[in-house]
């Protein structure tokens, strides 16, 4: 069955980098656009980026532009995503998800399979 494992998580201080990464099996990897999500507790699940299958395409949230990367690896079945110059408000239980075909960060119900989740903490 298809799994997805994150993996990279932590806790930094603010300013500092954290890499997140995220393994895809059981699944066709290079048919599905990939994308990181994130959600605190009592609010709602937010897109935070997304890459297309090829990875010629990438999408990311206003807030996180210039200083979160994705990128994808087909031939190992994974994603990372760089987060640099990391902000308090970034501290989020971080979440990789697949949807067939292309994705999109604003619709949450295209994605067929979800990670359990990692968790990323800043200290202010």
């Known amino acids: 069955w298809a799994q997805l494992d994150e993996s990279g998580g932590g806790s930094v201080q603010a300013g500092g980098s954290v890499t997140l990464s995220c393994v895809g099996t059981?699944?066709?990897?290079?048919?599905?656009?990939m994308a990181w999500f994130r959600q605190r507790p009592g609010k709602e699940r937010e897109g935070v980026s997304c890459i297309s299958l090829t990875g010629g395409s990438k999408y990311y949230q206003d807030s996180v532009k210039g200083r979160f990367t994705i990128s994808r690896d087909n031939g190992k079945n994974t994603i990372t995503m760089q987060m640099n110059g990391l902000k308090h408000d970034d501290s989020d239980m971080y979440y990789c998800a697949a949807a067939s075909g292309y994705c999109s960060l604003k619709d949450q119900q295209r994605f067929n399979y979800w990670g359990q989740g990692i968790q990323v903490t800043v200290f202010p």
């Open positions: 059981g699944f066709r990897f290079d048919d599905y656009g």
